[in-house]
């Protein structure tokens, strides 16, 4: 496939609907992993996390309850299924199925994978048979079509002049075991004198492409295994090609960021340890931060974003903590020495760069001043003045709230104000603090918490701009007054300074949760991946809020 081809692939993936397709996975008292479940909407799916958190199990269960488990397999995975709850909902033909353990109906078409677990153990069987020259007298090789040749060199970066297959009965473990034989640069091998790298792509070749012909649901595991990042990208460009080609809906389970990146992130879920109780926690992440940090890998920065000066960057980074956006990881905040210097670097930094992008937020009172169609990426903050005069007015206007985040009196505060009245908005408010015990760089952090409060629309929508993902977290009323009374989910966020945090329900929805809606009592119980249950209480944030929490 050539990379234009391959996004075409991708496309159709995005579009089409496998006749056979799981839809959702539900379960409850699953031995070694707990309560959960799984929702898909795409033909090509992942599920991905750190070791010993159940993925195996999960993709064993989805087997065993789809299949009926005809050849008693998996012992272990049976134990830990009897006693629990497990429902796999699908679409067959249009037509909503749903299917319990254990299956007492009629099996599904549903294929698990372990190419780890095959490869090896067909390498085996073939290099520990002393009679295979013999075996081979009984059976004929086949070429490999040019099409799957294509295919496979470009998986594996070889120029293979020719590949051959012969399909071995009764051999080892397995009722049929490929064998193959290859041609490149004038050398012929065998299977017996490959790497498992090689061996697993023609083997998974051979499966995929050979002996699935019908629709089916097909689990694989870790299939990155034993390739280079290049190659597990281009293997997953294969998936889809005989996902399209066969009718196949397929759920991978994977460690890698580049199969995770082909596929998507929309298309990927996340377990999670429940550090509370051992159980797990399946999130839909919305960002590939959330893939990332859960897979132990750190994130590439994307680009840098400039602001005018140190409370322009407070007050950003304020901002984006506030409304849950992932721009502080995606990009370095940095502070420039003035207005002047970031039009400067704006103008001349090269905007078709594809390695790093360059963003600049001016103060507010740069708007009309910026000419936007020679600046690119320009944004400014809300208002139309500096931080610290916008600031000023904000005492004034809200001293009350103003005093509960400065954690001072009204009083105090409103007698303090009056020493630094008439002074130059970039003086007054060091002065402030100094009068008032304060560290500056505080005091504009305790601000724009009430600053953002005020003109939460306006900050909403400079995030949003340069943040899409977050418009995702608006809920529209229909979907809020079809909440239960309660909802069920978990904290997956905290910011403990700030005193707020969120929570993603059993559905997937994200909340807000400020520490004044939790009882005092219990605010020590606040823990990241804590579950809890909720009232949702409508706002006029871009994120509903949680009222009347309780803890599970």
Known sequence: MRSKKADDYWRKISEDSAPLRLNRVDFDNLAGVGKGTFSFSSTINVVCGKNGLGKSTLLKSIYLTLSGNPHDLYPETVSRLDGSEFNVKLMDEGKSLEVGYPNTGAPTSVIYLDPSELCQVSLESLRREKNLDEIMEQHEFFKVDESSLTEIRRILGRSYKE????????????????????????????????????????????????????????????????????????????????????????????????????????????????????????????????????????????????????????????????????????????KSDGSGAMRSVLQNFPHDSKCIECVGVFDGDERGKVDTSQIKNSHFLPGDRAPEAEFRDLIREAPGACASALRVSEARLIEKLSLVTGQDHHDWLDNLGRSLGADCNSMVRDLSQVWIETKRDDFYALISELDPTVKQERLTPEIVEEHPSRIVGYIDALNFDRGFGFVTSDEGERYFLHFSNVNHLKRDLLAVSKRVSFIAEKTDKPLDSVGSIEFE
Request: proline share 4%.
């Open 163 to 334: 590949i051959e297959v012969m399909e071995i009965d009764d051999l080892g473990s397995y009722k049929v075991t490929p064998f193959f034989r290859v041609t490149l640069n004038q050398n012929t091998y065998d299977s017996r004198e490959m790497a498992l790298g090689e061996f697993s792509v023609l083997f998974l070749w051979w499966l995929l492409w050979k002996r699935i012909e019908t629709p089916h649901i097909v689990l694989i595991e870790e299939p990155e295994n034993f390739l280079t990042p290049q190659a597990q990208r281009y293997l997953t460009d294969y998936l889809a090609l005989v996902a399209l080609k066969s009718k196949l809906w397929i759920l991978l389970s994977t460690h890698s960021e580049h199969v995770i990146e082909n596929v998507g992130v929309p298309s990927t879920s996340v377990v999670v340890e429940n550090e509370i109780d051992g159980s797990v926690i399946v999130k839909n992440p919305r960002h590939k931060l959330e893939v990332l940090e859960h897979l132990g890998l750190d994130p590439k920065k994307r680009g840098l974003i400039l602001v005018e000066d140190l409370a322009g960057k407070i007050v950003f980074e304020q901002a984006c903590i506030y409304f849950g956006s992932f721009l502080l990881n995606d990009y370095e905040v940095i």
